[in-house]
């Protein structure tokens, strides 16, 4: 049992990001600080797609489409009750061990701020929704 009642709900959120994407729940002890935007952080999507295409288009595509280096994040399995936000921060964070297709590792991506992600994450669902998936 941790003792972060403080960051319950985050430390919530962590857990079933791992636990939507099948890796263990166990707290990585001293590297669990929380990669989050600051409070009152608000998300451009607008931003966030000139961010996408510095740090994730060269696999995840353009406008999120997929590429032969990774798969698309337009697709029904990244939808927000799957993947939710916490999945991304994670991903770019720590990087993702392949698990739903057969590109390999996402390795972390290095100098992102998790403001940045945000901008991205905020782009990737409009990219979602503009698609049919995920809530209207
Ligand atoms: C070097 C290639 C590469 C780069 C750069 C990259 N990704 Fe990925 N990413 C992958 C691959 C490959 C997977 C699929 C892993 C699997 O098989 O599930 C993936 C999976 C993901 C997932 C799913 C995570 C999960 O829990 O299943 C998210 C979210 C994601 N990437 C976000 C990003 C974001 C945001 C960026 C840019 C900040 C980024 N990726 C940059 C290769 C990359």
């Given at each position: 049992m941790h003792q972060k009642f403080k960051t319950g709900v985050a430390v919530f959120l962590v857990s079933a990001a791992l636990v939507a994407c099948g890796k263990s729940g166990s707290e990585e002890n001293g590297d669990s600080e929380l990669f989050l935007p600051p409070a009152g952080?608000?998300?451009?999507?607008?931003?966030?797609?000139?961010?996408f295409d510095k740090f994730c288009s060269r696999c995840h595509g353009a406008g999120a489409m997929g590429t032969d280096q990774g798969p698309p994040l337009v697709?029904?399995?990244y939808e927000p009750n799957h993947h939710g936000d916490m999945a991304f921060y994670m991903a770019a964070r720590k990087g993702v061990?392949?698990?739903?297709?057969?590109?390999?590792?996402m390795?972390?991506?290095?100098?992102?701020?998790a403001s940045e992600v945000g901008h991205i994450i905020a782009y990737v669902r409009r990219q979602q929704r503009r698609a049919g998936i995920g809530a209207p």
């Amino acid at each position: 049992m941790h003792q972060k009642f403080k960051t319950g709900v985050a430390v919530f959120l962590v857990s079933a990001a791992l636990v939507a994407c099948g890796k263990s729940g166990s707290e990585e002890n001293g590297d669990s600080e929380l990669f989050l935007p600051p409070a009152g952080f608000v998300a451009d999507a607008a931003k966030g797609r000139q961010l996408f295409d510095k740090f994730c288009s060269r696999c995840h595509g353009a406008g999120a489409m997929g590429t032969d280096q990774g798969p698309p994040l337009v697709h029904i399995i990244y939808e927000p009750n799957h993947h939710g936000d916490m999945a991304f921060y994670m991903a770019a964070r720590k990087g993702v061990r392949h698990h739903h297709w057969n590109f390999g590792d996402m390795p972390p991506v290095p100098g992102v701020t998790a403001s940045e992600v945000g901008h991205i994450i905020a782009y990737v669902r409009r990219q979602q929704r503009r698609a049919g998936i995920g809530a209207p």
